[in-house]
């Protein structure tokens, strides 16, 4: 038995299940038309995620779909996900999910976070979206700055080894 | 092989045990020749703790830096134990199998010249004295066949070698003649476990740390970055590759090979190792030989080097002849919990396991358990050291609400840990994976691991009682507990190659030495009879390695 992580534990177990690995996806430039197609669909779905506040930028404005987007390139299993998901939201909203009133897209999204099964594909798809989006997006420099922190290295913290011990 | 080998030594392996053994033997005048299976990591430029996306990867992987090997089924999950599955706040169960499982990689290690010391926290312990004696006192593991009083010296040279800061006062050891730096203060975690602790009548005092509280030996004070596991890039760290290996390279007699591994122990067929058959990554073939040979490959890899060298004067392998190779291993049986503060805290920060409670460490502390445990304090080892893994495990949601939840919590998550003794039984051994091999062709380690209702009991009272600390701190909302039982994930692991007085029951003498292969020796973890009650075990692998160096 091999080692596994609970997150390639779920892709290995659930998408053979659920998404059957279509062979028109495995073409690069198929998948690159497909990843234009849902973009913008992506995009509005993390800005719901992460979208902007007082304090910090939505998640597109940080190109945290593009990074998503790039990471599938490496990942097969993501990016069938994304293509997945994103055309599942699309049909969810009867065409287009960009265009869907925002008191909509909160339904919606409400309904993956807490009713949706992490084993089917909308459950699926909003864990692990959040999950990257919400990695990338905590990572970021912008994000850092508005939380007032700067990379451990190489200052650190030495008003730490100022206090009495 | 000849006899013309420029090399009195040959240590394979460069972690704690084989570092310490080839600054002793060069400090003696030895000519040492280390092997290395992985690369040199350079703390300068490979550790990206500079960098803003620091967070999104934990010690850096090399090509070659991950050593292969597989796990066999573990046992099924019980409703009776349900308690004890890891969880948290945005995922539930962290593990949806009706197994146990590992986690992630399971066995945690770098391969690579300072090997795991790279990524460790650094925590430098004694053992207790009581947990030398488990056989004769418990009827389970076996006796150390040395004592702490034989040990202690070399406790202190490595100490004084590494710039260990921290406390002497410590119950079951003896620091006569240790010259430690002083402790570090605490950071937030530790204040508030600290408080917590004491109102539970436990004692919670400075964790002795490989990290320097000044500037020592050419090193400067560690700077409070809370990364130690993500590697040091001030060479503060008193990992190997600038304590040990740096101070023989000192010497002159130390010649490193890195990214060779030995995939064979040759011999003369009577009772001597002639040599070592290496390997490299583009399949290229060398050759050393040397009087003495010292394997410091770790309790996984010792043993598979050992089983795969079988030949037909040692069919089941080199000192297997008792079939002990392999056996009695032990693992880390540990369980943290983390919970969230409701007050303005910056637990990002500090020394990691700064604080630690040894009240339950000695082998008869635990009511109706045997075997010891300790609690530390672990944000930083439950890698809560920025916003990323808040906005993954602990901070549930999404939206505007989310990210005003991340701008209030940040900071405030406070773990508290515990390690416990890992006694040996009949379902946890190494052995050789026959369906697996390595780019050499050499069969792949198997870990067997099994974990019996006593290990699963005394994880109980480990989790009970980082409950109890994490309430009387103040803390009551919990959102993350991870541990054992569900999930097999390791960092110190024991007891594959026993020593001992009896050659039926053991593998080396008690200086380290082979039974029947009289130029063999071993100096890493594999060696230990027992786990102890949680301490962490280099400090004790370098302090054998050195007493073996100077039996020499």
Known sequence: MKPLSRRQLLIATLYSVILPTPPVLLAATVRHKTEHTFAATLGAFVDMILPADAFSPAATQLGIDQSLWQLADSDANLNKLLIRGCGWLNREAFGNFVTLPDSHKLELLQWMDQSASPRRLPGLFFMHVRYHAVSFYYASEHIHQTLGLTPPQPIGYPEIGQRKR | MNNTSPFDVIIVGSGAGGSAAAYGLTQAGYNVLMLEAGPRFNPATDYPLSNADWELSRFPLKPGSQGQYTFAPMQKLEPRWQHLRSKNTINGYLSNQETRIP??????????????????TGESHRLHQDAMNMHSRFNVAADWPLSYQDLMPYYNQAEKLIGVAGDTHIVGRDYTGASLLPPHPFADTSRILQRGAAKLGLHWQANNRAALSHSYDGRPSCNYCHNCNRGCPRGDKGSADVTFIRRASLTNRLTIKTDLSVIKLENDGNQKISGVICGNHAGQRFSFSAPIIILACGAIETPRLLLNSADTHSPEGLGNESGQV??????????TLTGMSDAPLQTFKGLPADGICWDFNAPDSIPNIIGGCRFSSTTA????????????????????????SMRQQFGQAVSVGAIG??????GSFIDLDATTQD?????????????????????EFMAQQCSNILQASGITEIVESYGSYDLFSSTHVFGTCRMGYDPLTSVTNPVGRSHRWQNLYICDASLFPSSGG???????????????????
């Open chain 2, 103 to 120: 986690s992630d990689a399971g066995y945690h290690h770098v391969r690579g010249l300072g090997g795991s010391t790279l990524q460790f």
């Open chain 2, 326 to 335: 392999g056996q009695h291993f032990m693992e880390t049986l540990s369980w």
């Open chain 2, 381 to 404: 080892e439950a890698d809560l050291s920025g916003p990323v893994n808040y906005a993954r495990r602990l901070v549930a949601g999404w939206g505007a609400e989310f990210k005003a």
């Open chain 2, 421 to 426: 003794e890992s006694l040996p039984n009949a």
């Open chain 2, 439 to 459: 780019e050499h062709g050499l069969a792949l380690a198997q870990i067997h691991s099994f974990l019996p209702d006593t290990e699963l009991k005394r994880l």
């Open chain 2, 534 to 552: 949680g301490e962490s075990p280099s400090l004790t692998i370098e302090a054998l390695a050195l007493r073996m160096a100077s039996s020499l």
